[in-house]
């Protein structure tokens, strides 16, 4: 009986290593609230270079309304900065619903964004975008896909 009960004894002291996490980093809603922070912020300073790097992922797909989708963080800068040279003065965007299943996750939105082209009067679109994230594996969410349309008619 002393035999079982030393095995017994020793068994219940061994002590299970603490199993390894990966970074969790903020939750899904949390992390795009935060995103459409700094995309707005990118906007209105005019910084294409620090809006990409904040916001996108380097593989990150852009798809404009008429025109075919720009790939890649260079071409998607390129893209901003040519609306913001347009005129932009402000973007506003208003999040309607989000999701998430492990490591992607979704957001519907709304904006208005703001131009006054040069030489131009004042110019206002209101339209909706769709964007789905990703966790990078530093546990922080990037855009992959963003795409967006005016709710104006075709001119």
Same mark, same amino acid.
């Given at each position: ?47 294409? &270079? ?85 966790? &990078?594996?530093?546990? &922080? ?10 709710? &104006?008619?075709?001119?």
């Amino acid at each position: 009986m002393a035999k079982k009960a030393t095995k017994k004894a020793a068994a219940r002291s061994v002590k299970k290593a603490p199993k390894k996490v990966a970074p969790k980093g903020p939750s899904a809603a949390e992390a795009i609230h935060k995103l459409g922070l700094a995309f707005m912020k990118g906007v209105s300073a005019k910084n294409s &270079q620090a809006l990409v790097a904040a916001f996108y992922a380097p593989d990150a797909v852009l798809m404009p309304p008429n025109q075919p989708p720009l790939e890649g963080g260079e071409n998607i800068r390129l893209a901003l900065q040519g609306m913001m040279d347009a005129g932009v003065t402000s973007l506003k965007l208003e999040t309607i619903a989000t999701g998430s299943s492990g490591d992607l996750a979704w957001e519907r939105a709304r904006y208005t964004l703001s131009m006054t082209p040069p030489g131009g009067a004042p110019v206002q679109d209101v339209g909706k975008s769709l964007v789905v994230y990703r966790r &990078q594996p530093s546990g &922080q969410w990037r855009a992959l896909v963003d795409m967006y349309s005016s709710d &104006q008619p075709a001119q």
